[in-house]
T-cell receptor, first 115, second 111 residues
């Protein structure tokens, strides 16, 4: 069974479109994250949710809106896509929010290409 | 902003050689993690170190956390082609709720 799954794996779209990426974890974790990995492989956190509540928003543009319908799901909706949004987006989860030692489990990533 | 710098950024070696990757910061972290990421996949945790000066061994991999908890190293003995991948360090602080990742080291081990 896949611990953290994301759909779709690949997403190719035109500038200005709106798209969503879905994430599900079956680990029973409280905390979920969205990360963006750019073309230089730099991995940067975007959002962190704990028990469906937004905890961290790392100055991400308002065009990005995460939604957590329940603890097991954290979806990412992106409005008015721009060329600079092209990247690989990773969802991750961890058991708890406030510790520094809980393992983060990453999904396989969604490669978004904006044309 | 807490920054983690890794060196080298790229490393290409022959099978059987040893190597060391460094992760340096001016900030103190509660813990530091090392991940390996293969193409088309997400990062996978290798180890977490939490105590200054701590050394952990995972088969041919040796991880060390600096005494001041600002830096770390990953040493691989007798590298194998299966070690090829992107190695990422990440620093985490209790109650921060997030990890700060380094800029990565891409390792290629040639048979």
């Amino acid at each position: 069974d896949t611990a953290v799954s994301q759909t779709p794996k690949y997403l190719v779209t035109q500038m200005g479109n709106d798209k969503s990426i879905k994430c599900e974890q079956n680990l029973g974790h409280d905390t979920m994250y969205w990360y963006k990995q750019d073309s230089k492989k730099f991995l940067k956190i975007m959002f962190s949710y704990n028990n469906k509540e937004l905890i961290i928003n790392e100055t991400v543009p308002n065009r990005f809106s995460p939604k957590s319908p329940d603890k097991a799901h954290l979806n990412l909706h992106i409005n008015s896509l721009e060329l600079g949004d092209s990247a690989v987006y990773f969802c991750a989860s961890s058991r708890r929010f406030s510790t520094s030692t809980d393992t983060q489990y990453f999904g396989p990533g969604t490669r978004l290409t904006v044309l | 902003t807490q920054l983690l710098e890794q060196s080298p950024q790229f490393l290409s070696i022959q099978e059987g050689e040893n190597l060391t990757v460094y992760c340096n910061s001016s900030s103190v972290f509660s813990s530091l993690q090392w991940y390996r990421q293969e193409p088309g996949e997400g990062p996978v945790l290798l180890v977490t170190v939490v105590t200054g000066g701590e050394v952990k061994k995972l088969k041919r991999l040796t991880f060390q956390f600096g005494d001041a908890r600002k830096d770390s190293s990953l040493h691989i003995t007798a590298a194998q082609p299966g070690d090829t991948g992107l190695y990422l360090c990440a620093g985490t602080n209790t109650n921060a709720g997030k990890s700060t990742f380094g800029d990565g080291t891409t390792l290629t081990v040639k048979p």
